[in-house]
């Protein structure tokens, strides 16, 4: 990756300077492509049934491709939109329950598609500080109103409905990617009904791990296929491919097929993506226990991290976040483990909403006891010193301190 021109002049001169403070700060990124073969043990990746490389998967992506073509070719509306799409869209719909679904090239678009498309101008949308940054950015895009309210506090939803006279919308992460922990998703729906609000519930880390067969949040909290419930998830993680879907409705689905500009104006998930997401999904049918082998596997990580005296959040899915002293030690620390063969991932400001640097490692269906053993070992033997004191203080599994504004996801 290029390095910044050093004393760039011009109207982009600024970026060098905020080059300069992230570099002191210890938040600079940089892309890092993964090998074909990559020898090293993922707990970065969101590949939560290990279906990216299964070979049905894979199949399916490549006999789409020779199919359909390596592109959709056009926007849904025009020539994007194939016998694929709406195959994945009944099947997608009749598994998490829902009347109808609508795929898009992303969950990130999915978002932006249901949360503008959804909160015309006077709409009140009570969104969680917590939530994913596709959430956020689609509440600043709307033509409505928001009001950002504490973490999974379903009074504090109440309270911001209450003092509001009008249409409103809840908008939830429903298991939330930086600690792991799952929305109280029925209290936080009870809250929304008693003031008529619409319901919306993003995904992405439920489905394939929550729920019975791997249904989803919404469905293990009873929401799914109510009129007032509306659920995006993402194609990305559980079920190995790429894309989005907003689940619901059949007449939200064909207001979002009219209005929604993530769907009208950007071209179409590519075929290869629409197929290995069908074959996924089907497979995630036939073999409904991947779901709780996910679950299992990541209260095993979490039992033998917080043994070890690391300061771990307790898994409600597949993720589990270790507190790091430092943004720097956070980055320092997930580069040691990746040199002795476990990739972890490495949130640090401003992707955590609470300011709290972490490591984050997902649990996979497909990984064995071993795998357990080794990553436990790495992580725990390149550990920095002050790691069981990071965060200040607290007992391993102790939920973060989290602010009441807006973060900017994860």
């Known amino acids: 990756m290029p390095h910044p021109t050093p004393g760039l002049v011009g109207p982009f001169a600024w970026t060098t300077e905020a080059a300069a403070r992230r570099a002191e700060a210890g938040l600079t990124?940089?892309?890092?492509?993964?090998?074909?073969?990559?020898?090293?043990?993922?707990?970065?990746?969101?590949?939560?049934?290990?279906?990216?490389?299964?070979?049905e998967v894979t199949g399916a992506a490549a006999e789409a491709a020779g199919r359909w073509g390596a592109g959709?070719?056009?926007?849904?509306?025009?020539?994007?939109?194939?016998?694929?799409?709406?195959?994945?869209?009944?099947?997608?719909?009749?598994?998490?329950?829902?009347?109808?679904?609508?795929?898009?090239?992303?969950?990130?678009a999915a978002n932006l598609a249901a949360v503008t498309a959804l909160a015309p101008a006077g709409t009140l949308l009570v969104s969680d500080t917590s939530n994913h940054a596709s959430l956020i950015d689609g509440c600043r895009l709307a033509r409505g109103t928001t009001e950002v309210v504490a973490h999974a506090d379903p009074d504090a939803v109440r309270k911001a409905l209450a003092a509001h006279r009008g249409p409103a919308l809840g908008v939830f992460d429903a298991v939330f990617s930086v600690d792991g922990d799952a929305a109280p998703l029925p209290a936080l729906a009870a809250a929304c009904r008693e003031h008529g609000a619409g319901i919306l519930?993003?995904?992405?880390?439920?489905?394939?791990?929550?729920?019975?067969?791997?249904?989803?949040?919404?469905?293990?909290?009873?929401?799914?296929?109510?009129?007032?419930?509306v659920v995006t998830v993402t194609l990305s993680k559980s079920l190995g491919s790429q894309g989005g879907a907003v689940l619901g409705p059949a007449a939200v689905i064909d207001h979002l097929v009219n209005t929604a500009r993530t769907l009208i104006f950007d071209t179409g998930l590519?075929?290869?993506?629409?197929g290995a997401a069908l074959a996924a999904l089907r497979l995630l049918r036939a073999e409904p226990d991947r779901a709780a082998r996910v679950r299992r596997t990541a209260r095993a990580l979490y039992e033998g991290i917080a043994g070890a005296g690391l300061q771990a959040a307790r898994p409600d899915a597949a993720v589990v976040s270790v507190r790091a002293p430092s943004a720097q030690e956070a980055a320092d620390w997930a580069a040691r483990c990746r040199e002795q063969g476990?990739?972890?991932?490495?949130?640090?400001?401003?992707?955590?909403?609470?300011?709290?640097?972490?490591?984050?490692?997902?649990?996979?269906?497909?990984?064995?006891?071993?795998?357990?053993d080794r990553a436990l070992t790495v992580l725990t033997r390149t550990a920095p010193p002050s790691a069981r004191r990071a965060g200040g203080g607290g007992?391993?599994?102790?939920?973060?301190?989290?602010?009441s504004v807006q973060g900017p996801g994860r």
């Open 29 to 55: 990124r940089a892309l890092r492509p993964r090998p074909a073969a990559w020898g090293t043990l993922d707990l970065a990746g969101n590949d939560y049934l290990g279906l990216a490389r299964h070979p």
């Open 72 to 108: 959709a070719t056009g926007s849904r509306l025009v020539s994007g939109s194939t016998a694929l799409h709406a195959e994945l869209e009944r099947e997608l719909a009749d598994f998490c329950g829902a009347e109808a679904a609508l795929v898009l090239s992303s969950g990130y």
């Open 201 to 229: 519930v993003d995904d992405a880390h439920g489905l394939g791990v929550l729920g019975e067969g791997g249904r989803g949040s919404a469905h293990a909290a009873e929401l799914a296929g109510a009129p007032d419930t």
């Open 270 to 274: 590519a075929p290869a993506a629409a």
């Open 342 to 372: 476990v990739a972890v991932g490495c949130f640090r400001p401003p992707s955590v909403p609470d300011g709290i640097s972490r490591l984050r490692l997902t649990a996979r269906a497909d990984l064995t006891s071993a795998d357990l």
């Open 395 to 403: 007992a391993a599994g102790a939920p973060g301190v989290r602010p």
